[in-house]
């Protein structure tokens, strides 16, 4: 149960919660909320978020444990245990996870405080607090990495350029501080560290007691620091700093010692190489100090924090500096003046320990923590990383030189090679294969690292699309476009693929045929270096030259006035409707023999066939007037879009018959006096069976029905849609259906029938004087010996959702009552057994009926009362009987012929116990209302 600060870093946290801690206070605890350490004991609940200022730690919770042993007893039992790290996670934490530039800030010339506000995070997890001066300015660009990478970097540049050190640290409150040590921290010592006995002397030093360790080394001691900065291969920007005054120590032959250090960074800037150089040097010129100190007595908070320094002195280790003077209870020491860099000290009993929720919500977990039993604080005075853990972290080697070469333009070969085909849907479609020759480097030079290629094309919109007499007699004078050019070309945009280098042909297909398009090519290397789009090459797609296929023979039925033929769309060879979807009409050819050769002389009609009627199954059907009574012979020419035109089909016969139903297209007649007309379709102004009284009418109004006496019962709108109806509607006579308007006065009333029985439910509307009321009602049921129903009631006086009577309609059972004045929600049956709420518009709320005794009660009961007759006594212990689902909070009274003194001495799920003073006078009444709370 420790907590470990860092300076400028994560630090970290854990202690562990009592197994008697309740559930719902550990539910309350979420991941990323924040715990508050304060000196003390107070009420959080009460200061809020001061806590959050007043408090000597305050972490964020990354970890909740459950442990089932509370490793003193040994007994198994619910543990909670909670871990997490320090405020500065919310600038990024240890894996630089957090509100990560993702677009670069750059900021220019820009001063400490600008700077540092331009690298807060996006995000708002940390905002300003106060922005220190320091001198200069800061030029950079920061992206990919998180802010407290960047102002860690913004921090160490300023403190070589100003020869200040400048620092930041995140307040518990989520501010962030910035700028001199001097403004941040303790920079005067008024603390020194030493072998001497603890305690303070007259000029307000104190001395800290305990068992320190020394750690000295030159491990990291450098001579030079030589930075590669921006850049790539020889244009790499270089700083160099070296060390002054010069080193004091010598190599083996008596020259003075060099030890070059290499650091790589590559977001450094021309500008700041030589600051970050310097930098860098500042931390490896003298040895690496680092004090470990170890204490049971002494309470650091309030002599010195980390990021403070302190006064070091022993002799025996070497930690002298004769340029420092102190005076210590009399005595001169040469002490060193190192900064406090962690410390690490236990929470222990005294403490108080807030939760703060997401929400702002505090809670106290003083009374559940499992303190500390350990009073040793941990202090580390001085000591640096081993690695370069600010600044210069890229790995130290050669860049090699950027490839700078593009590739020239590839030279189409041509003319390309093209055909038409047919695409799976039965669609002409056109192909074209490209070649090409690959390019040198626009310097000339032979290309190395090739990627792939680039073509695009795009539909020529310029070209001038020529067409047969044969296409144009396809399509209606109003659908050309003009008479230079009656076809228009479409309007696309570029269309891209890509070819592996070494390739030198492409194919491009799904074309449209006769289409011209534009195509281009260009080259890309290896490194991304993009050549030049290639000069604009136009071609035409091969036009359409395949015919449809033969097609069946069709079938026909012949009078001696007409032959009607029908054509299911299908293939000579088998199957109907699959001839290709560019098919535009059939050519249908008559003569007297069979194997005649169509010709113009021959054509007598053409039929329209087209890949929609295909697709729908749907034939074609036409009847071609041939008056003749002979046989005669038919054939069909299937013709596409662009007029190829398909083998003829075998041919069909058919002679002449009479006149009968198979070869009548139009019918029209005057009068019709007795039999029965049966045809497909009649086409007429209006039918209808009379004139006056019961009759129905078809007109191109709709469907009508009337009743004897003239009025329509029954309209079905064509223009609309809308369909009237007066009388009943029902949607079967039996089983489950509905009804409405059931009954001979045609009330507004809709009923619901179930799948067998005759009970239903239904809905219904009434009128009390002109507002419509609106009822709900379900089936009758019976409830001990009495018909009820439940209803839902609206009008412009109460609404009511109730059980009712069936025989008076009066409120039996549960209710909700609502009006302008009152809310009503309970029990009722007219009797004094009512037991509701009543809520009022003046604000009062009345409660009718009686409260149930407790002698009852079950464990989800919220509010009870009861009465106990008690022997004389100072107490009793009330017990509920269940164990209630929540803790309970008892209201008493007591009721005696002496006055006393009295309360609740014990509360729990259970029970309670009162204590009264002095004695009960003989017996004595205990009168209690216990409510149970979350």
């Given amino acids: ?95 630089d996870k957090g509100s990560v530039y993702e677009n670069a800030v750059e900021p220019a010339s820009a001063t400490f405080a600008n700077t540092i506000r331009a690298l807060l995070p996006a995000s708002g997890a940390v905002t300003e607090g106060t922005l220190y001066s320091v001198p200069g300015t800061y030029s950079g660009r920061h992206q990919y990495e998180s802010p407290r990478t960047a102002i860690s970097y913004v921090c160490d540049t300023f403190s070589a350029s100003s020869g200040e050190k400048v620092g930041w640290r995140v307040n518990g409150n989520g501010t962030i501080d910035a700028g001199p040590e001097s403004d941040l921290y303790v920079t005067s010592p008024r603390c020194v560290i030493s072998r001497k006995s603890a305690g303070k002397d007259t000029s307000g030093l104190e001395s800290v007691p305990g068992a320190f360790g020394v750690t000295r080394d030159m491990e990291d001691y450098s001579t030079r620091v030589v930075l590669l900065a921006e850049g790539q291969g020889e244009s790499i920007a270089t700083g160099a700093a070296d060390i002054s005054p010069a080193t004091p120590y010598k190599d083996v032959h008596g020259n003075p010692l060099k030890l070059t250090r290499l650091a790589s960074e590559s977001d450094t800037s021309v500008t700041n190489a030589d600051t970050r150089a310097e930098l860098l040097l500042s931390q490896y010129t003298s040895s690496q100090d680092e004090i470990t100190v170890e204490t049971d007595n002494y309470y650091i908070e309030g002599s010195f924090d980390v990021g403070d320094y302190v006064w070091v002195w022993d002799p025996g280790a070497g930690l002298v500096d004769t340029s420092n003077e102190i005076t210590f209870r009399g005595e001169r020491l040469n002490p060193i003046k190192l900064q406090i860099t962690e410390a690490r000290w236990p929470i222990t009993e005294g403490y108080t320990v807030a939760y703060r929720a997401a929400d702002g919500t505090w809670y106290d977990l003083t009374d559940h923590v499992e303190w500390d039993g350990s009073h040793t604080v941990y202090v580390t005075v001085g000591g640096w990383a081993r690695a370069l853990t600010n600044a210069g972290t890229e790995p130290v080697g050669s860049r090699p030189n950027s490839d700078t070469s593009v590739p020239g333009v590839p030279t189409f070969v041509e003319p390309f090679v093209g055909s038409a085909y047919l695409d799976g849907r039965g669609f002409t479609r056109a192909r074209v294969v490209l070649s090409w020759n690959a390019p040198n480097n626009v310097d000339g030079s032979t290309v190395l690292d090739g990627d792939h290629f680039e073509i695009r094309w795009a539909i020529d919109t310029d070209m001038i699309y020529p067409a047969t007499w044969s296409q144009v007699s396809q399509v209606r004078w109003m659908d050309l476009q003009t008479w230079v050019q009656p076809f228009a070309a479409p309007d696309d945009d570029w269309q891209t693929m890509f070819v592996a280098w070494g390739e030198s042909t492409a194919q491009l297909q799904d074309l449209s045929p006769g289409v011209g398009y534009d195509v281009q090519i260009r080259a890309v290397d290896k490194a991304g270096n993009i050549g030049a789009w290639g000069p604009v090459t136009t071609f035409v797609a091969s036009e359409d030259n395949i015919p449809p296929s033969t097609p069946a023979a069709p079938t026909v039925a012949a009078s001696r006035i007409a032959v009607q033929v029908t054509h299911t769309l299908g293939k000579s060879s088998g199957g109907t409707y699959n001839l290709e979807s560019d098919l535009h009409h059939l050519e249908i050819h008559i003569d007297y023999e069979p194997t005649f050769t169509p010709s113009d002389d021959t054509l007598k009609a053409k039929a329209s ?39 003829p089909s075998d041919a069909a016969t058919a002679t002449a018959l009479l006149i009968d139903d198979a070869h009548i297209s139009d019918l029209t007649v005057s009068k019709v006096t007795a039999g029965t007309i049966s045809a497909s379709w009649v086409m007429a102004g209006e039918i209808k069976t009379a004139d006056t009284g019961a009759r129905t009418r078809i007109s191109v109004d709709g469907i009508e029905v009337y009743n004897a006496g003239g009025t329509r019962t029954f309209f079905a709108e064509a223009a609309t849609g809308d369909v009237s109806i007066v009388g009943q509607l029902f949607s079967g006579t039996t089983g489950r259906r509905i009804e409405i308007n059931p009954t001979a006065t045609y009330l507004p009333e809709i009923r619901f029938y179930p799948t067998v029985g005759s009970d239903y439910a239904f809905i219904n509307a009434v009128g009390f004087d002109t507002y419509p009321s609106l009822g709900i009602n379900g089936g009758q049921y019976d409830d001990g010996g009495v018909t009820v129903s439940p209803r839902l009631f609206l009008t412009d006086t109460v609404s009511i959702f109730e059980i009712i009577r069936a025989d008076d309609q009066s409120t039996r059972g549960g209710f909700t009552r609502i009006t302008d004045n009152i809310g009503d929600v309970g029990w009722t049956d007219g009797s004094s057994n009512a037991n509701y709420m009543r809520f009022q518009n003046d604000g009062i709320t009345r409660h009718y009926g009686r409260w149930k005794d407790f002698a009852a009660i079950d464990s989800n009961e919220g509010l009870f009362t009861g009465h106990i007759v008690i022997n004389a006594g100072t107490g009793i212990a009330v017990s509920y009987g269940p164990t209630m689902d929540s803790f309970m909070r008892p209201i008493v009274t007591v009721y005696d012929n002496v006055l006393h003194t009295f309360g609740v001495v014990a509360e729990s799920t259970s029970g309670f116990s009162v204590d009264i003073s002095p004695a009960g006078s003989g017996n004595w009444d205990l009168n209690f209302w216990v409510f149970r709370t979350s």
């Fill in 609 to 647: 066939a087209t890949s929609g009627m295909i697709q729908a199954g749907i034939p074609v059907v036409a009847t071609v007037p041939v008056e003749e009574t002979s046989a005669r012979y038919v054939r069909v020419v299937a013709v596409d879009i662009t007029g190829n035109k398909s083998g």
């Fill in 1 to 95: 149960m420790t907590v470990t600060q860092v300076l400028s870093a994560l630090g970290s946290w854990e202690f562990t919660l009592k197994t008697t801690t309740p559930p719902d206070l550990w539910d309350h605890i979420d991941y990323f909320g924040h715990v508050a350490f304060i000196p003390g004991r107070i009420d959080p609940q009460q200061y809020g978020d001061n806590l959050l200022t007043a408090a000597r730690y305050v972490g964020v919770v990354r970890g909740r444990d459950t442990t089932g042993d509370d490793r003193r007893t040994k007994i198994v039992e619910q543990g909670y245990a909670l871990n997490g790290v320090g405020m500065a996670m919310w600038l990024g934490d240890e894996d």
